[in-house]
């Protein structure tokens, strides 16, 4: 079932049954949920299908520290503020108004190039693959020691900590040779956490990016937009599937908040080891590639927040999560 997901792109990618099934054969991974559902008031069980939906009726919750209309006057009276460095001590008195961080060489040249030959080693070997898009391979960390180093980087940690406000929880890595030329999006539609903004994306250059590899595009300060969730566009699903255009029509839809709000594009012509850190609903791409033969190797990592739901908005499915990262929810069952 995980691997007819990871690859198949027809029908049966549209039936919520199908995730059904695949969420009760990895029940196991799904514990994690069942007393976060019980402390916000979800009233489903955690293998069904949940959405934004499923949350308009609960309280209001509040956002993380930095999204809140005081965090400017917040950052500046944290003492803990003073311990990062100062290029990511300047970078973080941005966030609330940008939406990201920059930083240059944050991982060094020893680092990048072991990532860059565990993921030829592992691709040579057949214990990785890319998903059913052909240019993504998804959760490499858990098969490489070396990308969990950086994964686990505890300074890295400790930036995104900070922002959050919270422990972090990483839930994903996503490795690409080729640039993604992906349309402008936020994360947020693919992993959406209750309450919303409790997720956070660092992108890492393993190689320098030019203007022929698809570079990656962002729009500062559109994290502060209202977040597009599947009532805010025709996602044309049902009660039993999900719509078979619902992603293009979301694109659509971002591209018109784009026109509306009149959102300046910047690129990021990233050097090897560089890492761009963003909030969960900033939005951004990737550029298309002039010269077919290049690479652009990059790695995502993203990391969700403790004692948040964690679930996809696109395809209504509850987020899975192996049981050595279980732990790290602070409420469980015997809480």
Not at 97 to 126: A, C
Not at 185 to 210: C, F, K, Q, R
């Amino acid at each position: 079932m995980k691997k007819l997901l990871q690859k198949y792109t027809g029908f049966l990618r549209t039936l919520k049954a199908v995730y059904v099934a695949n969420n009760l054969l990895h029940l196991s991974q799904l514990q994690h949920n069942k007393p976060l559902y019980r402390k916000f008031g979800v009233k489903k069980p955690v293998f069904a299908p949940i959405s934004s939906t499923d949350f308009a009726s609960l309280p209001p919750q509040p956002s993380p520290w930095l999204d809140q209309p005081n965090a400017l006057q917040k950052l500046q009276s944290t003492p803990e503020l003073s311990a990062f460095p100062d290029q990511v001590r300047e970078q973080i008195q941005e966030w609330p108004n940008n939406g990201y961080l920059m930083l240059d060489k944050f991982f060094s040249e020893e680092t990048v190039d072991g990532i860059n030959q565990e993921i030829d080693d592992m691709l040579q070997s057949r214990l990785v693959d890319f998903n059913y898009t052909n240019r993504k391979i998804m959760f490499a960390f858990r098969q490489s020691e070396k990308i969990k180093e950086v994964v686990f980087n505890s300074d890295l940690v400790k930036v995104l900590e900070f922002i959050l406000g919270k422990k972090v929880i990483p839930f994903q890595t996503i490795n690409f040779l080729k640039g993604s030329e992906q349309k402008a999006h936020s994360d947020t539609i693919h992993m959406t956490t209750y309450p919303l903004g409790n997720l956070i994306a660092v992108w890492i250059a393993l190689e320098d990016i030019t203007s022929d590899n698809g570079p990656l595009f962002y729009y500062p300060g559109s994290h502060k937009l209202p977040y597009v969730l599947n009532p805010q566009f025709d996602n044309g699903g049902s009660f039993f599937r999900i719509g078979d255009d619902a992603y293009p029509s979301y694109e659509k839809k971002i591209g018109q908040v784009i026109e509306e709000n009149q959102l300046e594009q910047k690129i990021f012509y990233a050097k090897k080891g560089d890492a761009f850190v963003w909030h969960a609903n900033l939005l951004h791409g990737g550029c298309p590639i002039l010269d077919p033969e290049a690479t652009r190797k990059s790695m995502v990592i993203h990391y969700y927040a403790q004692d948040a739901i964690c679930y996809h908005e696109i395809t209504q499915r509850p987020a899975l999560f192996p049981k050595d990262l279980q732990h790290q929810f602070s409420l469980r069952d015997d809480d």
